[in-house]
């Protein structure tokens, strides 16, 4: 029977017969410095991880007294999740000694378990993921240890850093291959007599950087939260670089310089990121510790779009407009139809957001995620803008954005954007205009839908024919969780209080029908989807045309400063 090149069955094979070959190598016995730890972790998370609740990709497993290789995992994501050792980090940020029996007891476990080429994890990405935890934290797992785990401990970090080394090209290019590369450039360099295995390595990071970064300092997923992990990861393999006397590749250098300021422009006014593209905010502090890593102190050029995005940022709040098509190919798998939706944020408290990832609650919840309705734009007849195909990831037909213009003046900053995700089903554009005033008070929004063109007139005129019902719009408004809103003024404003004490009101100019509906914020390291309200506007497309017109402004009495101090971030509920 042939055995097709790229299967899982062949690749698994493949793998263990490298780590056998790296089985094979020289032994590192020592660090050629002692590694300090550079990666960021959760206190709360691992004081979870201490007390037995594991929570990985959206799933609940309590076991408090059963040792972590022995839980039986839910699912794929789940033990992938496990075997990267990101939760390292979060027993790391406890650092007590319960925290770093754990930290011990389950890497040796792992050692015991799969060292020898077993199990998920022997893949060039989740390899590269979990020796970069265990070069950051090798003091936490080394100490108190005698030589046999001593000796352990180097040969399993021998073996994967061999592996990596025959094996990284099989990565995907993209995150995968970053993680891959960084870990072999961080190990390698760490580890005595073995810096000969990281020529290759630091050459393949330079061709990466040059065929996954662009010349604006994006890369093809357009998932923010991603960015910041390419951003991280070569900012280590730059450390490691130059702690070892390394040139540092030019092209590593351009990436990141154009990567860090790409990112303050998708950065909101409370420091986290748009949640787009299957990207979340970003774990607290990350952010600001990668930024200034980075050494890059410049922001993005004023009036372009930032990887497809727009931002608009006055006073003590910021506007991100998704100004671009939805990713496609292989980029494309997480991809949303959110073109021309937005997110905006008043000091250190999000007001409108987009749904977010479903993908840590499942296949369903995934699907939606990805669809308009989740999104803060306007939708026609309950369909996405970008539509994906029969029994793929993908999306076969995607909104192009077909005119972009920002502007700025003494009364505040505009961006004037249209789309064309409905105009082969419906015969209609959408544009939209939203101008956020010079205070940061006040947002003033256009949506429209029109024809464009003779062609489009017959194709709605026939849709028309054929649905009594007719052809509606819904703007929606997803508000975050934290957002208390009612409807006032007898039902023509919703007022949203904010927990900072801001209070914001919604008016529309009574084209449409407004209600307050459920919607719900899909947020990573919970359980369940938050269960939030959104403000949805809807109305018939009676001729040709449809203009609906909107704001969002605070409150007369709302000082323009607030003193806010009462965060919660640093629990991670479940």
Same mark, same amino acid.
Request: hydrophobic share 45%; charged share 20%.
């Given at each position: 029977?042939?055995?097709?090149?790229?299967?899982?069955?062949?690749?698994?094979?493949?793998?263990?017969?490298?780590?056998?070959?790296?089985?094979?190598?020289?032994?590192?016995?020592?660090?050629?410095?002692?590694?300090?730890?550079?990666?960021?972790?959760?206190?709360?998370?691992?004081?979870?991880?201490?007390?037995?609740?594991?929570?990985?990709?959206?799933?609940?497993?309590?076991?408090?007294?059963?040792?972590?290789?022995?839980?039986?995992?839910?699912?794929?994501?789940?033990?992938?999740?496990?075997?990267?050792?990101?939760?390292?980090?979060?027993?790391?940020?406890?650092?007590?000694?319960?925290?770093?029996?754990?930290?011990?007891?389950?890497?040796?476990?792992?050692?015991?378990?799969?060292?020898?080429?077993?199990?998920?994890?022997?893949?060039?990405?989740?390899?590269?993921?979990?020796?970069?935890?265990?070069?950051?934290?090798?003091?936490?797992?080394?100490?108190?240890?005698?030589?046999?785990?001593?000796?352990?401990?180097?040969?399993?970090?021998?073996?994967?850093?061999?592996?990596?080394?025959?094996?990284?090209?099989?990565?995907?290019?993209?995150?995968?291959?970053?993680?891959? +590369? %960084?870990? =072999?450039?961080? /190990?390698?360099? $760490? @580890?005595?007599?073995?810096?000969?295995? *990281?020529?290759?390595? !630091?050459?393949?990071?330079?061709?990466?950087?040059?065929?996954?970064?662009?010349?604006?300092?994006?890369?093809?997923?357009?998932?923010?939260?991603?960015?910041?992990?390419? +951003? %991280?990861? =070569?900012?280590? /393999?730059?450390? $490691? @670089?130059?702690?070892?006397?390394?040139? *540092?590749?030019?092209? !590593?250098?351009?990436?990141?310089?154009?990567?860090?300021?790409?990112?303050?422009?998708?950065?909101?006014?409370?420091?986290?990121?748009?949640?787009?593209?299957?990207?979340?905010?970003?774990?607290?502090?990350?952010?600001?510790? $990668? @930024?200034?890593?980075?050494?890059?102190?410049?922001?993005?050029?004023?009036?372009?779009?930032?990887?497809?995005?727009?931002?608009?940022?006055?006073?003590?709040?910021?506007?991100?407009?998704?100004?671009?098509?939805?990713?496609?190919?292989?980029?494309?798998?997480?991809?949303?139809?959110?073109?021309?939706?937005?997110?905006?944020?008043?000091?250190?408290?999000?007001?409108?957001?987009?749904?977010?990832?479903?993908?840590?609650?499942?296949?369903?919840?995934?699907?939606?995620?990805?669809?308009?309705?989740?999104?803060?734009?306007?939708?026609?007849?309950?369909?996405?803008?970008?539509?994906?195909?029969?029994?793929?990831?993908?999306?076969?037909?995607?909104?192009?954005?077909?005119?972009?213009?920002?502007?700025?003046?003494?009364?505040?900053?505009?961006?004037?954007?249209?789309?064309?995700?409905?105009?082969?089903?419906?015969?209609?554009?959408?544009?939209?205009?939203?101008?956020?005033?010079?205070?940061?008070?006040?947002?003033?929004?256009?949506?429209?839908?029109?024809?464009?063109?003779?062609?489009?007139?017959?194709?709605?005129?026939?849709?028309?024919?054929?649905?009594?019902?007719?052809?509606?719009?819904?703007?929606?408004?997803?508000?975050?969780?934290?957002?208390?809103?009612?409807?006032?003024?007898?039902?023509?404003?919703?007022?949203?209080?904010?927990?900072?004490?801001?209070?914001?009101?919604?008016?529309?100019?009574?084209?449409?029908?407004?209600?307050?509906?459920?919607?719900?914020?899909?947020?990573?390291?919970?359980?369940?989807?938050?269960?939030?309200?959104?403000?949805?506007?809807?109305?018939?497309?009676?001729?040709?045309?449809?203009?609906?017109?909107?704001?969002?402004?605070?409150?007369?009495?709302?000082?323009?400063?607030?003193?806010?101090?009462?965060?919660?971030?640093?629990?991670?509920?479940?």
């Amino acid at each position: 029977m042939a055995v097709i090149i790229g299967d899982r069955p062949t690749r698994v094979l493949s793998n263990r017969f490298a780590v056998w070959r790296a089985g094979l190598a020289r032994r590192a016995t020592a660090f050629r410095s002692q590694p300090e730890p550079r990666s960021i972790g959760l206190f709360a998370r691992g004081r979870q991880l201490v007390a037995g609740n594991f929570l990985f990709a959206g799933k609940l497993v309590q076991a408090p007294n059963t040792a972590l290789w022995d839980i039986a995992a839910p699912d794929a994501a789940f033990a992938a999740e496990l075997q990267g050792f990101v939760w390292l980090d979060d027993l790391a940020a406890v650092g007590d000694a319960t925290a770093r029996r754990r930290a011990q007891d389950w890497t040796y476990g792992w050692i015991d378990r799969f060292g020898a080429g077993q199990g998920p994890g022997w893949t060039p990405d989740l390899t590269g993921r979990r020796l970069i935890r265990w070069i950051n934290h090798a003091v936490l797992l080394l100490q108190g240890q005698d030589k046999a785990r001593s000796d352990a401990y180097f040969r399993a970090v021998t073996v994967q850093t061999h592996f990596l080394a025959r094996r990284w090209m099989r990565a995907a290019p993209g995150l995968p291959r970053f993680e891959a +590369l %960084t870990g =072999l450039i961080v /190990a390698g360099l $760490a @580890l005595e007599g073995k810096a000969a295995l *990281v020529k290759a390595a !630091v050459a393949a990071l330079a061709r990466d950087c040059r065929g996954q970064i662009d010349a604006g300092g994006a890369i093809p997923t357009r998932n923010p939260e991603e960015l910041l992990d390419v +951003l %991280t990861l =070569l900012n280590w /393999a730059v450390q $490691a @670089l130059q702690e070892a006397g390394r040139e *540092v590749p030019l092209d !590593v250098s351009v990436a990141i310089g154009r990567i860090a300021p790409t990112l303050r422009a998708l950065r909101h006014a409370d420091g986290g990121l748009a949640r787009f593209h299957g990207g979340g905010r970003g774990i607290e502090g990350r952010l600001d510790a $990668a @930024l200034a890593a980075s050494g890059v102190r410049g922001a993005a050029p004023p009036g372009l779009p930032a990887m497809g995005y727009v931002r608009l940022a006055s006073g003590r709040s910021t506007v991100i407009l998704d100004a671009a098509a939805p990713p496609h190919g292989r980029a494309g798998g997480e991809a949303h139809a959110s073109t021309l939706a937005f997110e905006l944020t008043s000091g250190r408290r999000p007001l409108i957001a987009s749904c977010g990832s479903g993908r840590p609650f499942g296949e369903d919840w995934a699907l939606a995620g990805r669809a308009t309705a989740s999104h803060s734009t306007l939708s026609i007849d309950g369909s996405s803008s970008s539509r994906l195909g029969k029994g793929s990831d993908d999306f076969a037909a995607r909104a192009a954005v077909i005119s972009l213009q920002q502007t700025a003046d003494h009364n505040g900053q505009t961006v004037s954007a249209a789309q064309d995700g409905w105009r082969a089903s419906h015969g209609l554009i959408h544009s939209r205009i939203l101008t956020l005033d010079s205070h940061g008070r006040r947002l003033t929004g256009t949506d429209m839908v029109f024809v464009h063109a003779a062609s489009d007139q017959k194709r709605l005129q026939a849709l028309r024919a054929q649905r009594p019902e007719g052809v509606n719009v819904s703007i929606r408004f997803h508000l975050h969780p934290d957002v208390d809103a009612r409807l006032d003024m007898g039902g023509n404003a919703v007022s949203m209080a904010l927990k900072s004490g801001e209070i914001w009101v919604f008016r529309h100019d009574g084209v449409a029908q407004m209600t307050l509906d459920p919607s719900v914020y899909l947020e990573k390291g919970r359980l369940q989807p938050r269960a939030t309200r959104q403000i949805v506007l809807s109305a018939p497309v009676e001729g040709f045309e449809l203009r609906i017109g909107w704001t969002l402004a605070k409150a007369q009495d709302t000082p323009l400063a607030i003193r806010d101090l009462d965060r919660e971030d640093a629990s991670v509920p479940v």
